[in-house]
């Protein structure tokens, strides 16, 4: 079984400021997809990036970047010029594709606010 | 824009009584996804369908809960009885077919349960 570990349960950031959020996993799998997604909130999560486990390019959107060590089994969020609509929890997920179960297995969050 | 929308958004039963969720998922996706997320954690599989079928329930406690998708599009999330340890939010989530090269699941905004 996966297992997802966010150890940063909360985080503070100055508004502007860049803020990085640590995740770790175990699998034995070498196809697999890794994500970050947000929720607001009470608002619905939603998909931040997206990083296959076959590319080694780090996955970047706008102001999000990811910095994937596959060896290293870590999989960290780097949020830059960070904004107030960032404030939110923020987990971590694993998805095999393995026997294609496509099922999702999060961390526990790590609870992010931007300060003004 | 397409989303998930769940119902009822809140709901408050007593124990042994039995409950229910409904989720409609984006339109066209086969796979839809039943979690379980307990406050200040991270969201926990209980069931996951393809098309009409039931692709992982193994992590729904079958003896008080059951999820039906009968026509392949809706779903319901049943509990019967509810127990105390039932509070918390169930979220509803879609993707296109398994495999298909889509691998983000898309979120509702989830039904929050509270037994009392």
């Known amino acids: 079984a996966q297992t997802v570990t966010q150890s940063q349960p909360e985080m503070s950031v100055q508004e502007a400021e860049t803020v990085t959020l640590s995740c770790t996993y175990d699998?034995?799998?070498?196809?697999?997809?890794l994500f970050w997604y947000k929720q607001p909130p009470s608002r619905q999560m939603i998909l931040v990036i997206r990083?296959?486990?076959?590319?080694?390019q780090n996955a970047t959107e706008n102001r999000f970047s990811v910095n994937f060590q596959k060896a290293a089994k870590s999989f960290s969020l780097k949020i830059s010029d960070s904004q107030l609509g960032d404030t939110a929890m923020y987990f971590c997920?694993?998805?095999?594709?393995?026997?294609?179960?496509?099922?999702?297995?999060f961390g526990k969050g790590t609870k992010l606010s931007v300060i003004p | 824009e397409a989303e998930v929308a769940q119902s009822p958004r809140y709901k408050i039963t007593e124990k042994s009584q039995a409950v229910a969720f409904w989720c409609d998922p984006i339109?066209?996706?086969?796979?839809l996804y039943w979690y379980r997320q307990i406050l200040g954690q991270g969201p926990e599989l209980l069931v996951q369908?393809?098309?009409?079928?039931?692709?992982?329930d193994s992590q729904l406690p079958k003896d008080r809960f059951s999820a039906e998708r009968l026509k392949g599009v809706d779903s319901t999330l049943k509990i019967q009885p509810a127990e105390l340890g039932d509070s918390a939010m169930y979220l509803c989530?879609?993707?296109?077919?398994?495999?298909?090269?889509?691998?983000?699941?898309?979120f509702g905004q989830g039904t929050r349960l509270t037994v009392v």
């Open positions: 990083q296959e486990a076959y590319k080694q």
């Open positions: 997920a694993f998805m095999s594709s393995g026997a294609g179960s496509y099922q999702l297995t």
């Open positions: 989530a879609s993707s296109p077919t398994l495999g298909s090269g889509s691998t983000e699941a898309f």
């Open positions: 339109s066209g996706h086969a796979t």
């Open positions: 699998t034995s799998e070498s196809n697999y997809y």
């Open positions: 369908f393809q098309d009409e079928s039931v692709v992982d």
